[in-house]
């Protein structure tokens, strides 16, 4: 699922080509991808685009008199721009919104199809879909180390939660924990002050770090590879392959739908976290299913 980086990046190219740019006409097709009734989406068309921004994995996109489209890419949902006037595509294609500039296109591949489109008007209509979660790159020591401690969770569970942290899932989160050399296990509770500047650290790293690479990968081009899974990664979706650090095996935790990846040699002092000695705790700590985790 689109993450910070990915998102900021979506966001830096629709700046690119929207702002300023009149909304011409939109068609969609996906059936459950509009979530609201009133504003009409239709309200937005022959309005000028006045700005893009992210709300922490969502896309927000402004026009004029304080009418703003708000995208949730969810889990398998993308977007595609094209310079001319392009059609929805077949399959996966769920909308295609036709401005003076270009088309923008929101596909979602698989059968379950989660993302979402609400049309809300002025700002307070926008606030209800702001978790409140800090943003981890701008949030000073006090305010990450407050929010991470806020409630009892294992810190896996904590950086990804909306309400805490904005704009962080389950890709990113092992990194930065594998970068902190933290298990994902262990309790906010029981993570002590320099552990805390630690994961801070970390978690500015590694988010920036990944901005950055994908803003040179995608240039003044639009972001075409967006994924979950990458092969610069550390752990996530490494399982067995050798840690870049220490070069053991990369161990999974699974619950549900869920996998956390992790290394033990880095991150655990070489000990494996057994999923069924961690079920009690994952029960009542960790989403049911990967669109739980996720849809936030």
Known sequence: ?????????????????????????????????????????????????????????????????????????????????????????????????????????????????????????????????????????????AAFGAALRRESHTVKRALTDPRLFSGIGNSYSDEILHRARMSPMVLTGKISDAEVKTLRRATREVLTEWTERLREETGSGFPAKVTAFRKEMAVHGKYKQPCPVCGSPIQRIVYADNETNYCARCQTGGRLLADRALSRLLKADWPRTLEELEED
């Open 1 to 141: 699922m689109p993450e910070l980086p990915d998102i900021t990046v979506y966001v830096e190219a629709l700046e690119r080509r929207l702002i300023g740019q009149k909304l011409v006409g939109v068609r969609i097709v996906g059936l459950n991808l509009l979530r609201t009734v009133e504003p009409e989406v239709s309200d937005a068309v022959g309005r000028a685009v006045r700005e893009v921004r992210r709300i922490g994995k969502r896309i927000v996109i402004g026009f004029e008199g304080d009418l703003f489209f708000v995208l949730h890419l969810m889990i398998a949902g993308r977007l595609r721009w094209d310079d001319g006037e392009a059609a929805v595509p077949g399959k996966v294609g769920l909308a295609a919104f036709r401005f003076t500039s270009g088309t923008l296109i929101l596909t979602e591949a698989g059968t379950k199809k989660r993302a979402s489109l609400h049309v809300v008007q002025g700002e307070e209509g926008l606030a209800e879909h702001d978790r409140g979660g800090i943003d981890p790159l701008a949030a000073s020591a």
